[in-house]
């Protein structure tokens, strides 16, 4: 079955600091959507990216989903506090609600 | 609108017992899928209900179970508990756009289940 793997599984960074998380498929996806978790909260969504090569940006947030739909990335700028979480990524088909969760990166920022 | 609801927020059982967890979803959201969460296996899907017909089964043993009322809301049973059914499980629900794509999952708190 499709498997989604993601890296790191944690990440430390000063407040000022980038962020990259990078997600990767043994199958080609469909869809990828991605999710921040805070602690003690559940997953909230942020995006969704459906074409190849597609990049989107959410003010510091960059998304990038590649060529060959197999692998995505976020990458925050200038991290603050409030971006404490984990941050998943998650494979999805071409039709229903089925998700295939990668296994999350969390993010802790020092002030 | 109301966001998607779960209850209970915590339960604890023990072994053998069985447990019914109940969501309700946005309103006009007709797909609920369910997913459980631990450390170590992280968010797995265990089902999606669509127009009170389960759509999609993950790889959960048949304790496992579901289903889907005419309101949209959902309740998931787990039979025979086990230490290790021990887990966040959260609910999301999605509004179907037929667009070709994964519909946006729109997470509940989750119910805190603990077997003893």
């Known amino acids: 079955g499709q ?10 960074v000063q407040e000022g600091e980038d962020f990259t998380t ?5 199958t080609t996806l469909s869809n990828i959507q991605w999710y921040k978790q805070r602690p003690g909260g559940h997953p909230v ?4 990216l459906v074409k190849s090569g597609e990049v989107k940006k959410q003010k510091r947030l ?3 989903f590649g060529e060959a739909k197999k692998n995505s990335s976020l990458h925050i700028t200038a991290t603050q506090t409030t971006d404490v979480g984990t941050y998943f990524c998650a494979g999805g088909e071409t039709s229903g609600s089925r ?3 990668g296994e999350g990166t969390q993010l802790t920022v020092n002030p | 609108k109301a966001g998607v609801t779960q209850t209970p927020r915590y ?4 072994r053998g017992q069985q447990v019914t967890l109940s969501c309700s979803p946005i309103s006009g959201h007709r797909s609920v899928s369910w997913y459980q969460q631990t450390p170590g296996q992280g968010l797995q899907f265990l089902f999606e209900y669509f127009s009170e017909t389960q759509r ?12 889907q009322f005419s309101n949209s809301r959902s309740e998931m049973n787990v039979s025979t508990l086990e230490l290790g059914d021990s887990a966040l499980y959260l609910c999301a629900s999605s509004f179907v756009t037929g667009g070709g794509h994964t519909d946006t999952q729109y997470f509940g708190p989750g119910t805190r289940l603990t077997v003893l």
């Open chain 1, 22 to 26: 990078y997600c990767n498929s043994s």
């Open chain 1, 62 to 64: 960059t998304f990038q």
């Open chain 1, 3 to 12: 498997q989604v793997m993601q890296i790191p599984q944690y990440q430390h």
């Open chain 1, 45 to 48: 969504f942020l995006i969704q």
């Open chain 2, 56 to 67: 999609n089964k993950g790889n959960f043993p048949g304790r496992f179970s579901g289903r």
């Open chain 1, 99 to 101: 998700l295939t969760f």
């Open chain 2, 11 to 14: 339960l604890i059982k023990t």
